[in-house]
């Protein structure tokens, strides 16, 4: 690509949509590019529940067979596929009639997936896109077959619709400041810290309640030891656990946590990005989060948010406190991260930026 005014055409390739962080990424990536003219298509091999993310964006497509992915690549309507750590796309590619780009994106935080970097210079790609510096370190020292490939890594940060991701006053006023997780109930989102937080919470703040967003994926041992690790830290009637949210509800819960006083609390112990960090601040939000891998990038202690390190409960809840009692710094810190996103990751500046790595 010689410039970012060729608008190539991309089709974004996952192996399964689910309702996480990725398929965020990739609807606000795909209206973000809309905005500028280049619009995208998205293929997911599996949907396990998450094509409603997808509602209102052209181009989405659940492609259950090679044969169909095959059809889009010889169509001749593809000049760039990006595949989101999905390595069975390559074979398929090699066996089509395309003869454009492969972009490789890598998300994930689960070094049993990422496996695949290590025959990467088979796979046809000639770039590596991440979400945060971090990422990128993460293979360049985990992973020297990329580097022997001599592939770039770009940081491309995910990108948030903001026409969407807003604060909207809630219906009702709540009756308690609620702090906030949201995640998948998987190791590395450190799940049982953040309820080792909210019971020592409990015991210093009767005024406090909380929600748990994530987990209908889980198997149900996992789910069986969450039940049991809810009644171990005493929060048997003050945490709401929500399993599954649609996509589109995500706004509203982040602004009715916003109204009420609280906050988001991410405890990731080994962490790519942090999308919902980042749609939570979208929506005027606090996050108090660990400082782990890109969410430590992305929410500055002090500045756009309050950190702690990985599993310190007393640190955590020092900071949660400091953002339920200090107007002041709760105000500097919400206005300080809607000022960010509006400079790096409204979705048509991210989509820009990803162009941009392409034509680079």
Known sequence: MSSVASNPRILFVYQICSLGGVESVLR??????????????IAVLEDLGGGATFDGVDGFEGVRDE?????????????????IDTPSVYPVVARSRFRGRVVTEVHSNNFANLGYLERIADSGTDLLIVPSAFEGELIRREYPAVTAAKLPIRVVP??????????????????????????????????????AVAGDLARRR????????????????????????????????????????????????YSAVAASGGCLVPTSSFEPFGMTALEAMACRCPVV?????????????GVNGLGFSVDDTEAAVGAI?????????????????????????????VARGYLEALAA
Do not use: C, Y
């Open 321 to 349: 406190v400091r953002v339920l009692d200090d107007g002041a710094l709760r105000a500097q810190l919400v206005n300080s991260a809607s000022a960010r996103i509006r400079e790096r990751f409204e979705a048509r500046a």
């Open 206 to 253: 009767p005024d406090l309640g909380f929600v748990f967003v994530g987990g209908i994926a889980a198997t149900q041992a996992v789910k069986d030891e969450f039940r049991e690790r809810v009644r171990a830290n005493d929060l048997m009637g003050r945490l709401r656990w929500v399993p599954s949210l649609a996509f589109a509800r995500m706004p509203a819960l």
């Open 28 to 41: 606000n990536r795909a209206v973000g590019l809309a905005r500028l003219g280049a619009p995208a298509r």
């Open 158 to 195: 995910n990108p948030v619709d903001t026409e969407l991701f807003r604060f909207a006053p809630p219906h009702a006023r709540l009756p308690s400041p609620l702090i906030a997780w949201v995640g998948r109930l998987e190791p590395q989102k450190n799940w049982p810290h953040f309820l």
């Open 289 to 301: 989060a660990a400082r782990s891998g890109g969410l430590g990038e992305l929410v500055e202690d």
């Open 67 to 83: 044969a169909r992915l095959r059809e889009i690549l010889d169509s001749g309507t593809v000049d760039v596929v990006a595949t």
